[in-house]
């Protein structure tokens, strides 16, 4: 999924203070799932600008709105009754999510209440963990499913570095390393030969060649 | 100009070599680099030039080995991967070669969150490996990354460096033989000071047959006190320095401690010199290159023979 954090109350009341009608969406696909951006923090965030709006003795009116998807047209659309009834539009959607509905309503102001971050993974209740860069040529199959790219500090195909102690990262101690994952999983397989293949350097332009990646399916299309 | 890789002599000769390290200073002062090469010259072989060694901006490693060389000295241009992209690392060993350095050490570099840039986008466009073998290719088969033809190739002896403190340890050495495939001619290693490792770890290396195909520096630094002995077993990441060290060196007045770490600088490439495969030290003074000529001397190294 999409992960994400929300942005500090203080950015967020800096960003919307010249405004009266704000409408706060919600998104109830990723940053749902990595409680930032659903329903539930919805209410919550409405709620203190609420709270702080009255406090400040300011008149402002906060509504709440959740889609189930920010970034598709078919639920962005279930704004367009509504939109114009509001100065400004508070979106806990991720980058993306933020992007689209701008793109479907040019005039409106439409105000990120997120820091998007990364593709990751829960790994336990309130923990979620980088581990893909979407690059476009996916090479997990060598790597004993642990990306080096995303998971190790400097992304060497041919790793590990010199600074790899005790399992972990001399980057983040809290982190592993992922060269020794790759190398403790491929021995438990049985596929070190996989390490002796040097790894020519990476493609970078299926990640970044040609400015943004779009998907173009035509069996997709009607 | 010299023609050819001093350091390739030397060590194709059968000598044991002798290699120092440069730290270029934090400023754009020519002197600093050339006083280091007057300090060095003559009592080791070849001079490493870091670059930007710990994520700290400092006078660029190719402008300090043209200034070394300048001094007759026998540079060796280490590159980090961390900070240039292929277009960038392919000009530069061109750029080297016809300035007349012929000997380059490929490294991926600490990471920029140590330096004093931490807010860096980090590279890493290639690493070190994918480095060598890019060097080794434009060197040998006179073409760049996608094929394209040089009009005329680099001339460069290629260094990659390997950590035998690392973990996982069995691993080390089948990648020292990965970065030997990939095109590496020399080796430098780590700092040792666990020479028991050390030498577990030239036994795996010996196993795979790769101390016949590199010529293996092991690394050498001299510790200036006792303090310093703690910050590096503490602090510097994949550094191994037994507690026997440390000891060692709070055991005598602090007067004394830059002798005593000298002396066991002095003990540990006699105790190389024995092992085989070992066939050079390469000494890390860090701001210390005046300590050099009194180790190499000491280490019955000096004269430096002249091939």
Redesign the interface.
């Known amino acids: 999924m999409i992960t994400a954090e929300r942005k500090p109350i203080t950015e967020i009341k800096e960003m919307i203070a010249p405004y009266k009608k704000v409408l706060v969406v919600g998104c109830g696909s990723c940053v749902a799932e990595c409680a930032s951006g659903g329903e539930k923090e919805v209410g919550l965030l409405a709620s203190a600008l609420r709270m702080d709006a009255k406090a400040s003795g300011k008149d402002v009116e906060i509504k709440e709105m959740t889609l189930d998807r920010q970034c598709v047209y078919e639920f962005i659309d279930q704004l367009t009754d509504v939109i114009d009834q509001y100065d400004v539009i508070l979106s806990l959607g991720c980058g993306a999510g933020v992007q689209a509905v701008a793109e479907v309503f040019p005039k409106a102001l439409i105000l990120p209440a997120l820091n998007t971050t990364f593709i990751g993974q829960t790994k336990e209740a309130g923990l979620w963990i980088e581990n893909c860069r979407g690059c476009g040529d996916c090479k997990l199959g060598y790597f004993a499913a642990v990306c080096p790219i995303t998971r190790c500090a400097k992304g060497l195909f041919n790793g590990p570095c010199g600074g790899s102690k005790a399992d972990r990262c001399e980057v983040d101690p809290d982190v592993p390393c992922a060269w020794q994952l790759i190398v403790t999983r491929l021995e438990d397989m049985g596929r070190l030969d996989l390490l002796c293949k040097v790894h020519p350097p990476a493609d970078w332009s299926k990640q970044q060649g040609k400015g943004p990646r779009k998907i173009y399916r035509e069996d997709q299309r009607s | 100009m010299m023609t050819e890789s001093w350091l390739k002599k030397i060590l194709q000769s059968g000598h044991f070599a002798v290699t120092a390290e440069c730290g270029p200073p934090k400023g754009a002062d020519p002197e600093v680099v050339k006083n280091k090469g007057r300090i060095l010259k003559g009592h080791v072989d070849s001079v490493n030039v870091t670059d930007n060694q710990t994520g700290v901006v400092r006078l660029s490693s190719l402008a300090a080995c043209a200034l070394l060389l300048a001094e007759g000295l026998d540079p060796v241009l280490q590159m980090v991967t ?1 900070d240039r992209n ?1 277009i960038a690392l392919q000009s530069d060993v061109l750029g080297a070669s016809a300035l007349g350095i012929r000997n380059i050490l490929c490294l ?2 600490d ?1 920029q ?2 330096g004093n840039q931490p807010q860096a986008k ?1 590279v ?7 480095f060598v ?2 060097v080794r290719k434009m060197r040998d088969a006179g073409e760049v ?1 996608g094929g394209d033809k040089l009009t005329q190739p680099p001339q460069l002896f290629i260094g990659a ?3 035998p403190f ?3 340890l069995k ?1 080390r050495a ?2 020292l ?2 970065k030997a ?2 095109g590496a001619e020399f080796i430098q290693t ?1 700092c040792i000071y666990n020479i028991k490792r050390f030498k577990e770890w030239m036994g795996l290396v010996r196993d795979t047959g790769v101390d016949g195909k590199v010529y293996i520096l092991g690394g050498i630094t001299p510790l200036k006190s006792a303090r310093m002995a703690e910050y590096m077993a503490n602090n510097v ?2 550094m191994d320095l037994p507690e026997e060290i440390i000891k060692r060196m709070k055991s005598v007045p602090q007067k004394e401690q830059r002798q005593e770490g000298m002396k066991i600088a002095v003990e540990t490439i006699q105790e190389l010199q024995a092992i085989k495969g070992v066939r050079g030290v390469h000494i890390m003074a860090i701001e210390w290159e005046d300590a050099v000529p009194q180790i190499v001397q000491e280490a019955k190294l000096s004269p430096r023979p002249q091939v």
Do not use: C, K, L, M
């Open positions: 961390r292929r991926s570099g990471h969150s140590f980090g890493f466009d290639i690493d070190s490996i994918q073998q890019t990354i460096v390997e950590n690392a973990d996982p691993y089948s990648r033989a990965t495939e990939a780590q990441a994949g």
